[in-house]
């Protein structure tokens, strides 16, 4: 087993557990932990492919700082989504947020 | 080139585990602590790929990050100390499913000498992915 | 991790010349007897901060003070308090302790005489601090008390105050230096130290380090006077000593980290380097728990108005400043 393999299976598990919380949770901030942790997954294939594909390419390492961007502003976001919803509705439980149904 | 694969092993199990603890207590300062051990052993599992840079930011993004999350899971849970064993689950299957699919690298798929058959993948009949990709191979 | 013998790693640090790789290979092969003066340096600045706390508290030096105490508190009982979440009550103080050696192990003492040289050193000292928020939040919730709790949510707010006041005068320190490495950024204050290049950016990296410690005038998560103890509150034997320990060496690691990129680190005349990185540790250690003390403390909502309003866009002002000098001297 070479480490990109290995760094390759971790990225797939972390993806999996995260799609599952993602899927699995009924709350908002939950929701937001299963996909922080799919990023992480992803992150972990990009650096490990940076790394053993190309090295000295260094927009490899651009991607993670775009994801790890990403997961930042995917936290401020979710939060600010969270505090307007508990605000108007007293509760982020996202089987109560069905107003949009058609 | 061992030592990097021990490392890599160590620390993505330990993200691995952490990983999965985020979602198995019912605690949310345990939950999103989890989160936070899980991402930073991602930063060290870049410091074992020698991405130095990344690997130290990670550290310090995850760290403000994950706990500030801490406090959000405590204000807007019902049960943040995960004493009153409420439920906090729905479509099980499904997410356990599709997580599954996610994660599981799929049968007779082995990297080959040139570091994994990837264009070789579509033509194999164990692999022919259905819609949602689990119907295939998981029963 | 990063083994030197790889062909791949060769290329990667852009401005390495032959006595920066000299260098790292010397810090990298540090013999045992470096490890050791390290050790005994890191003990010896421990015990002397806790002396200066005793002076700045009491207005009295007496040597013996710090352990005799300390072995008085360990000599008492450590209780855990009922239905309290052991694992995180455990964790923190250790987590404590370790943040702060971290932090303090990419800090020179002098020219070698270094723990790791990293290549990120400027920024690995910012991701171990971090962890001392986690460790204050994890002794907050830990052990079921009200005032632990609330002392260790008032940590967090607090970091969303002092967080980027770290790291935003950090980077107009390493943009003098082009380099985040902490023995270079040393090196590149040989003409002026940066709390005189920079003394915007000085001013605010103190403050910031006053809340990383929580020193007064930003000690909400202990509180003195008013939380019984915050997050220290429920805390006792062993594991007190532990938690103070480790903030003595908290406060030690952020005066050397002010001494290494602000004061101009082991540069200085006549004496022995390693000399002036621990005289001007030492200096700034009693500067910064002696004149908080004449601060009233700030509630946390205004030093969230404070921080944010001002700090932030003085940081700004910092860097734009540090680039215009950089850009014509």
Redesign the interface.
């Known amino acids: ?10 990225g ?10 993602a ?8 929701i ?3 996909v ?2 799919m990023l ?1 997954g992803a ?2 294939n990009l ?2 492919f ?3 594909l190309h ?2 390419v260094y927009a490899g ?1 651009m991607f ?2 775009i994801v ?1 961007t990403v ?2 502003l995917e ?1 401020a976001v979710g ?1 600010g989504v ?1 505090i307007a919803r ?1 605000r108007a509705k007293g ?3 996202m ?1 109560e947020a069905a107003e949009l149904r058609g | ?1 061992t030592g ?2 021990i490392a ?2 160590f ?3 330990a ?2 585990g952490f ?2 603890g ?2 198995l207590t019912r605690s949310m300062v345990r ?2 602590l989890a ?1 936070l051990a ?2 930073a052993a ?1 930063g060290g ?2 410091l ?4 130095e ?2 690997g130290v ?2 550290l310090m ?2 760290g403000t ?2 706990t ?2 801490a406090i ?2 405590v ?4 049960d943040p100390g995960g004493l009153g064993q409420m439920e ?5 299957r ?3 499913a ?8 799929r049968p007779g798929w082995r ?1 080959g000498p040139g ?2 058959g990837g264009p070789a993948l579509h033509q194999r009949p164990s692999c022919r992915i259905a819609p949602w990709g689990w119907r295939s191979w998981s029963a | 991790m990063r083994s030197s013998a790889s062909p ?1 790693s060769t ?1 990667r640090r852009g401005s390495s010349t032959d006595e920066r790789n000299a260098r790292h290979g010397r810090s990298r092969g540090a013999d045992a007897v470096d490890g050791l003066w390290l050790a005994l340096a890191l003990l010896a600045g421990v015990y002397l901060v806790a002396v200066i706390e005793e002076w700045s508290a009491t207005g009295r030096v007496r040597p013996a003070v710090p352990l005799l105490a300390g072995l008085a508190t360990l000599g008492r009982e450590s209780l855990v308090p009922r239905r309290s979440d052991r694992i995180l009550f455990e964790a923190a103080a250790p987590l404590l302790l370790g943040a702060a050696l971290l932090a303090a192990a990419v800090l020179p003492l002098a020219p070698g005489l270094i723990v790791a040289d990293l290549a990120t050193g400027a920024l690995f000292i910012n991701a171990a601090l971090v962890y001392v928020v986690v460790a204050l939040v994890m002794a907050g919730w830990g052990p079921d008390a009200a005032y632990a709790m609330v002392g260790g949510w008032r940590f967090l707010g607090q970091l969303v105050a002092y967080g980027m006041l770290i790291v935003m005068p950090l980077t107009a320190v390493a943009m003098r230096a082009a380099s985040l490495s902490t023995t270079a950024i040393v090196a590149s204050q040989a003409a002026l130290p940066n709390a005189l290049a920079q003394p915007l950016g000085f001013v605010l990296f103190w403050l910031a380090a006053l809340a990383v410690c929580f020193l007064p005038p930003f000690d909400l998560p202990t509180a003195p006077g008013e939380l019984a103890g915050g997050v220290f509150g429920e805390y006792t034997g062993a594991r007190l000593a532990t938690m103070r320990l480790a903030r003595l060496a908290l406060i030690l690691t952020l005066a050397a980290a002010i001494a290494v990129f602000y004061l101009g680190g082991w540069l200085g005349p006549v004496l022995p380097p390693w000399a002036w990185t621990a005289a001007k540790t030492l200096a700034v250690a009693a500067a910064l728990l002696g004149l908080g003390r004449f601060v009233p403390r700030l509630r946390g909502e205004q030093l969230l108005a404070w921080g944010w309003q001002f700090g932030i866009p003085l940081a700004l002002v910092n860097i734009f400043w540090v680039g215009v000098t950089l850009l014509l001297v």
Not at chain 2, 48 to 51: F, N, S, Y
Not at chain 2, 98 to 105: D, F, N, V
Request: aromatic share 10%; hydrophobic share 65%; charged share 10%.
């Open positions: 087993m070479t480490p990109l393999l290995a760094a390759l299976l971790v797939a598990a972390l993806f999996g557990i995260g799609l599952y919380g899927l699995s949770q009924t709350n908002l901030v939950m937001m932990m299963g922080e942790l992480g992150m972990v650096v490990a940076w790394r053993h090295p000295e390492q993670v700082l790890m997961m930042a936290a939060f969270a508990f509760s982020v439980e089987e | 080139m990097q694969l890599v092993a620390f993505g199990l993200a691995i990983g999965a985020v979602f939950s999103a989160l899980a991402m991602l599992l870049f074992a790929l020698e991405a840079f990344l930011l990670q993004m995850m990050e994950m500030l999350m959000f899971m204000m807007f849970m019902m906090m689950t729905h479509q099980k499904t997410a356990r599709a997580g599954r699919s996610g994660a599981w690298p990297s570091g994994g | 791949r290329s």
